[in-house]
């Protein structure tokens, strides 16, 4: 049984977060051109009659007890919960644990072409004749963070505030709402697969730091992620298999790397697309491992159907 290794699955989400985090910096534009850009939108959103982060926002200001609990959301959620949606799927799904991981990097890298070419300026960074209150300053004696969004106090420099569209504060939510409403097998995991990415759109307009329509292109780049994601396995099997001299070849039906004609389902991308299949026993493409190579309480995929005559075996 061929198993995703934890080690190196920890190191390249590491990297991964790396390269965005460094991106996301240089990806720095020009804070007049990022300002237009978010006057633009919130214009369109007016004409339009859907600039709903107004109403949420003053709300959030003048009720301290929603607007520090969604400061607190905004500042950790989006960094806790979806390494352990991650580590969820690893444990819990491996079967669909590649394809999950695949999906969200490349919406990620994805969201950060979104940020070099259409720096935004967020509603709270706007001159305040616009109407909107920077809740993160405003309550940011009751948290960690200062006034330079959810970064922790002296590190502000550390963070770009003019990365506002797309918001993958949203997107993330979104695939770990996916994720637990699809793989899921409680109604409480379901409903907050349902509700998490839901309140993850109502905090970032509630304290000013998305419109709404950022909220929506973090929706589309996980859509787009979701269509590339099947193409960035099969070029990432191909890589494999020549870095290892056709190691990770020789899979059912001569296919090299069970991942890179399919996921463990045997179908393109793994997870959406025939997964009544589930007689591959590949799950990462061609890192092997043992059969006790797992992190503790990691379940093992579902056995293999075999239609192999007893005499025969």
Do not use: K
């Not at 379901?190 to 950022?214: E, I, K, S």
């Amino acid at each position: 049984m061929r198993r995703p290794r934890w080690w190196t699955e920890l190191i390249l989400i590491a990297l991964v977060y790396a390269a965005y985090s460094c991106g996301r910096l240089l990806a720095r534009g020009d804070v007049a051109a990022a300002v237009d850009h978010g006057l633009a939108i919130l214009r369109f959103e007016q004409s339009l009659g859907i600039d709903a982060e107004h109403p949420l926002n003053r709300l959030f200001t003048s009720t301290p007890a929603l607007g520090i609990p969604a400061d607190f959301a905004y500042a950790s959620l989006h960094y806790l919960v979806t390494p352990a949606v991650l580590v969820w799927l690893f444990r819990r799904r491996p079967a669909h644990y590649r394809a999950a991981r695949t999906w969200l990097t490349v919406s990620t890298l994805l969201g950060l072409v979104g940020f070099t070419l259409l720096p935004t300026c967020p509603p709270r960074l706007l001159d305040a004749g616009h109407g909107f209150v920077d809740t993160m300053a405003r309550f940011s004696a009751y948290g960690w963070w200062g006034g330079e969004a959810s970064a922790p106090r002296g590190l502000g420099g550390l963070t770009n505030q003019y990365a506002a569209m797309p918001s993958l504060h949203v997107g993330w939510a979104l695939w770990c709402g996916v994720m637990l409403w699809r793989y899921g097998r409680t109604p409480l995991l379901r409903a907050l697969g349902v509700a998490y990415p839901l309140l993850t759109v109502l905090v970032v307009m509630g304290t000013a730091n998305h419109y709404f329509l950022d909220a929506v292109a973090g929706a589309a780049v996980m859509g787009a992620g979701l269509l590339l994601a099947p193409y960035a396995t099969r070029l990432a099997d191909r890589v494999l298999d020549r870095t290892s001299g056709g190691m990770t070849g020789g899979g059912p039906g001569g296919t090299s790397g069970g991942m890179s004609r399919g996921g463990p389902d045997g179908t393109s991308g793994g997870m959406f697309r025939g997964e009544s299949r589930r007689n591959s026993p590949l799950v990462s493409g061609g890192w092997e491992t043992s059969a006790g190579e797992r992190i503790p309480g990691q379940r093992p995929a579902p056995a293999a159907a075999d239609d192999t005559p007893a005499s025969a075996r």
